[in-house]
């Protein structure tokens, strides 16, 4: 699947949504990829999560970790593709756990699947979860690649795990206090999973 065809299951299912939106990173943005959207369809989720797991198939992943709530479908759908067991990490008191029995065993080679890696900061937080059990991360992935011009210049790695997405795409985005939407007093949204507690 290429990039277009990746693009086409956003515009197809109105995915990609213009405004004044906070991203999980903190970054503030004009546009913002709600990935939920395309993964509501099973079809669309199977068929992006066996594209991922066709990029991630040579790094011999024996599970997939997904940071909770965004890599969830995509996690699992990427497992399904790579034909391992999917498991996912949620947030405790702001840091990332494994609960609900799940856990990795010594020396296991683990794949970190998200939905949209922007600075890499979930990613790199399931990382340190995953050593912390002893495990190794192999490789990392995720739909969509919007990290920043500064960070997508470091190549396909982060963190020196190799990275894979299915669609890198630029995409404005400012410091809170250098951002011009907020300038402008335009009120801003916090879409992301990471800020839904924030807002009850």
Known sequence: MNADAVLAHFTETEALLAG????????????YLQCAKVLQWPERATALGAALAALLKPFGADVVVSPAMGGLIIGQETGRGLGTRAIFAERVEGVFDLRRGFG??????????????????????????????????????????RRPPALARAGDVLDRVPLRTLLPI??????????PLCGKGIP??????RHLAKKG
């Open 20 to 31: 004044h939106f906070k991203l999980s990173s903190g970054l503030h943005s004009d546009r």
């Open 104 to 145: 990795l065993a010594h020396g296991e080679r683990v794949a970190v699947i998200e939905d949209v890696v922007t600075t890499g900061k979930s990613t790199r937080e399931v990382f340190d979860l995953v050593r912390e059990a002893g495990a190794t991360p192999v490789a990392c992935g995720a739909i969509v690649d």
């Open 170 to 179: 630029e995409v404005a985005v400012w410091e809170p206090g250098a951002c």
């Open 188 to 193: 801003v949204e916090a879409p992301g999973s």
